[in-house]
C-alpha cells in the first residue's frame, strides 16, 4: 500500500511529521493533586484540550448563529466552524456531553515545541502526570464510559489507555489484558506509581490471548477497548522508501491485518448487547484500519449472527480540530495524522455498536 | 569651501604637525583621483585619527589595484580597518591575491575588494589555510577554488575548519558534486540554512542522498535551486510546504541538533 497514492498531495506533510519530533500531551493523574499539578502545567502555557474542545463546542452552540454570519464574510479556511450546519454544530455539542469531564490532557498548541518534564511523585509516591501521544486519548474519549460499567482493555500495555480509563471514575470493573506477560508487567507498574491500592483492586490484569476473548467472557462488559498492535508508521516510513531498517519481520507485518481482525472480534462478542467496542491502531494503512473494521463486522454478523453498528465519529473531528490534524476521507471512523504543527498521531479509531 | 572642510576635519586631528599648504595639496590630489568634495569629506569622516598622509596611501594603493573613486569609498566604508594598514602590507596582499588567480583583467579583483574589503586586514596564515582547505581536503581544482573566490569572497573569512565541514555536508550528504557546488554559491549561506532546506525536503519526500551507483529514486533538485533562492520562493516551487510547517521543523531540528543522537527522554509511547 502507497501512501502517496492513499494520501496525495497531503502526503510529504503526514511524513515530515512522521519523520520529526512526536508531541507529547500529559495526562493528568486525578488521583495525586490533580488542581496543583494543572496549574503547574498552565504556567508552562500547556491547555487542556479536552476542557478546551469541551468551551469550544458549548461556545458554538450559543453562538451558531452569530458565527455563521461571521462565517460568511471570512475566508473560507480561517473559519473551520463555518464548514459545519448549525444542525451539525448544535449535534456536536450533544454529542460532546458523552466526553468524560474526568479526562484532563494538557498540551502545547499548535507550533509550540516545548516538552513538558518528566512527572514527579508527590508524598505519597504517587505521579502527577502521565506522558502520551495525547490523540491515543481520543478512542477512550470516543468510548465514553458510563457511570457503573464493566470495561475490558483487550490490548492494554504498557498502559496509557489504562490510566485514561481509570481516570473517568466510571469504571465498576475494568480488566485490562495483555498477550505479553512482560508488558502486562509493565502494566502493573505503572498502575502501580498512579493508582492508589483501594482502586486498584477493580482492576484485573491478564495476560492472555485476545483473540480468545469471546469464549472466555461473551456478552459480558458495557465497553471494549481494542487497541491493537499494528505497524508504527513513525518507525518505518523510512523503510518505505529505502529498505533500509525493518522493525518488524515482513512476514509477522502481513499476519497482522488477520490478527487485528480477531482481536476485534473477539472484542464485539465479549461486549455484551447494545455494548459499545471502540478499535484503535497508530497506523496509516488502510488494511490495518477500515478494511479490518469491515471485516470484523462481516464475520461477526455471518458466522457469530451477531449483528454490529459503526457508529460516527465525524464530529471529533469538529470538536477537536484545534488540536489535531484530521483526515477528513476515512471510509469508516477517525484518523489522526501527524503535521509538524500539530505532531499527534498517526491515530485511527472507530467506534462500533454491538445490537441489541 | 574646501577651507572649510579643512578646518573641521583638521580639528579632530593632530593638525599641528601639518601645514595648511601641505593640507591643500592632499586635498588636490583627491580631488585629482576622482573625489567629489563631498566624499572627500565622508573619507576624512572614517577613522578621524588617521594621518592624512596614511590615508592618502592607501587610498592610492587601492585605485591601483583598479578601483575607482566610488568603490575605494564604498570598500572603505564597509571596512575601515583597511586605512589602517600600511601601504606595504595592502601591496603584499594585493600581489598575494593576484597570485591566487584572482586578479586577472584586473576586475575580478576589484570585486573581491569591493565586496569582501576586509580580506586586506586578514593575516596571510587565514587566507593561506582557507585556500589549503578548498585545495586539499575539499579536492576542489586551482579552478574551482578560483571560481569559488570570485563568487564568494567572504570564505576567506570563515573558519577553515566549518568550510571543510560545510562542504562534506553536501557532498556526501546530498550527494552534491564539486562543479555544483561552484555554482551553488554554497559558501555564501550559513551552513544551518542549507540543513534546515535540505533535511525538510528530505523528510518531505522531496530529496534523497544517491546511493553508491550515484542513483536516486527521484529527481532531485538542483542545490542552487534549493539554497539560491528566498525562503518564500523555496518553500512554493521547492517544498511545496507552508511558512508554518517550516518554521517548527526548524525549531525542532535546532533541538535535535543540540542533542545529538541522544534519544529524548520521556514516559511511555503506544
Ligand atoms: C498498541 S499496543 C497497546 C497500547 C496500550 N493500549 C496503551 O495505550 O498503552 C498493542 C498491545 O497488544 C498486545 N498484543 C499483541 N497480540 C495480542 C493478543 N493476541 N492478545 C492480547 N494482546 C496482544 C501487545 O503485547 C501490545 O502490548
Sequence with gaps: MNYSVQFGSRWPSIRVGLLSEQKYGALINNFAHAGRVSRELELLN??????????????????????RVRGEETAPQETHSEQLSVEQTQTSSLLSTSISPNIKCYTFSKGDVSRFPPARPDALGTLGYYLLD??????????????GDLVLDLCAAPGGKTLALLQTGCCRHLAANDISASRSNRLRRVLC???????STDVRITSWDGRNWGE????TYNRVLVDVPCTTDRHSVMEEDNNIFSRMRLKERQMLPMLQMRLLLAGLLAARPGGEVVYST???SQLQNEYVVERAVEVAETEYNVSVHVEDLSYFRSLFQDTFSFFADCRLGELVLPHLTANFGPTYFCKLRREE | LLEAVRLSLAEQQRQADIGSSELGKMLDSFSDMGFSNAQIMQLFRLQPKLAPQTRLAVVSELLLLGLDADSTLRALQKSPEVLRMTAQQLRHRADYLRRLDLGEGNMNLQQVVIDCPSIFTLSWKKIDAVVRVLKEKCVFTVDQVTEILHRCPNVLLEEPHDLEYKFQYVYFRMGVKHKAVVKSDLFRTPIAEVKNRHIFLERLGLYQTPDKKGQTQIVNPKLKEIIRVSEGDFLVKIAHSSLQEFEVFKKLLAQEEEEGDQDIASEETD
Design chain 1, 46 to 67: 500547556a491547555v487542556d484540550f479536552v476542557d478546551e474542545s469541551q468551551k469550544a463546542a458549548r461556545h458554538m452552540q450559543w453562538d451558531a448563529p452569530v458565527e
Design chain 1, 134 to 147: 495525547a490523540a491515543s486519548l481520543l478512542p477512550v474519549l470516543a468510548l465514553s464510559v458510563q457511570p
Design chain 1, 193 to 199: 506509581s498512579y493508582i492508589p491500592k483501594d482502586i
Design chain 1, 216 to 219: 472466555l467472557e461473551g456478552d
Design chain 1, 282 to 284: 497508530c497506523s496509516l
